[in-house]
């Protein structure tokens, strides 16, 4: 394949909080910052959303989360037809955000072929009604992206590489669990809405909950959600991360058996305020490994970077990506 710098820009979701105070923000100076390099835009996940599925929290019954996260006692609640949630609050962040979206293409700060991306959480994490801002958002203008994390956790401890109690594994597949779960979802994705998957090791503290071996499980995951997902609706972009200290080609070397289709875009997250030179150490192992051509990313949301250090990576992404056009 080309040696060429990679091409295009996928932000995850999250912006640091400290450096982008309002939506407006957002959508005033990134698209500045990384001109022709965006296909899509989040509005940063401000506020109390900078810590993904957490500010969910109140929407659930306390003995459910007593029971299944806080105490994790091993057995499930029953579940009944009458069980009570509160309205989930990703329609309202959604609606709201993009009014200023609108209004920042409106000016001109926007490209018009930009998308309006709204990051939900896959159905095995607290699951995301979205119906509403899909009525509200015209289809083409919007890109949806399902946040894959507690699935990935739970492949890995089914495997005995996570030892952890929060993700103590219930299915006798995860992977096929969410892989079926999603296909539902896909179907209530309009055929014109964007839609794609960031595969996630979390970064709490800026640590995952355990480091990949290699890219083997995502690449099951994207394998699965081609097969399974993409006939029900067409998958545009998949994003796994990469730790800061792979530089090797063992760990890229499962890309091999990952045959995208010509329309679903590759975004790999390996960049890192470690310098240039490490990054494009990173960048010339996947080039070596990849099937096609691919993008390049942070590994997870900005919302828990500093502000200095997130500016910094969104400066050096203009040395490391070329624009689309």
């Known amino acids: 394949m080309s040696r060429r710098i990679p091409r295009g820009v996928h932000l995850v979701g999250s912006l ?10 957002v959508f005033s100076i990134v698209p500045k910052v990384l001109s022709g390099r965006l296909k899509r835009i989040p509005d940063g996940e401000l506020g109390d959303r900078n810590l993904y599925i957490t500010w969910q929290e109140a929407v659930f019954p306390d003995h459910i989360l007593k029971r299944t996260v806080a105490q994790n006692e091993g057995t499930l609640p029953k579940l009944s037809a009458t069980l009570e949630l509160k309205p989930v609050m990703y329609d309202d962040a959604a609606i709201a955000s993009y009014g200023s979206f609108v209004e920042a293409r409106a000016a001109g700060t926007i490209p018009a072929d930009v998308r309006f991306q709204v990051s939900l959480p896959s159905p095995i994490e607290p699951l995301a009604a979205f119906s509403e801002f899909q009525r509200e958002i015209p289809p083409e203008d919007l890109a949806i992206q399902w946040d894959v994390a ?26 096929e669990y969410n892989i079926k779960a999603l296909e539902r979802m896909a179907a209530a994705v309009k055929p014109e809405v964007d839609m794609g998957f960031h595969l996630c090791y979390g970064d709490i503290s800026h640590q995952h909950f355990v480091e990949p071996e290699d890219m083997s499980v995502m690449v099951e995951i994207s394998m699965g959600l081609l097969r399974q997902v993409h006939p029900i609706h067409n998958i545009a972009w998949i994003h796994m ?42 960048i010339q192992s996947a080039q070596n490994t990849a099937l096609k051509e691919f993008g390049v990313a ?13 500016f910094n990576l969104l400066s050096m992404a203009v040395q490391v990506y070329r624009p689309y056009t």
């Open 16 to 25: 640091p909080n400290d450096r982008f105070r309002t939506v407006r923000d």
């Open 241 to 282: 991360p990469v730790p800061k200290n792979r530089t090797d080609q063992g760990y890229f070397a499962p890309l091999t058996m990952l045959q995208l289709p010509s329309d679903t875009e590759l975004f790999l997250g390996l960049l890192y305020p470690d310098g240039l030179e490490n990054t494009m150490l990173r």
């Open 298 to 310: 942070t590994e997870c949301g900005l919302g828990r970077t500093k502000a200095r250090e997130g």
């Open 150 to 175: 507690v699935t990935v956790a739970l492949i890995e401890s089914k495997r005995g590489r996570l030892d952890n109690p929060l993700f103590t594994c219930c299915f006798d597949d995860p992977l």
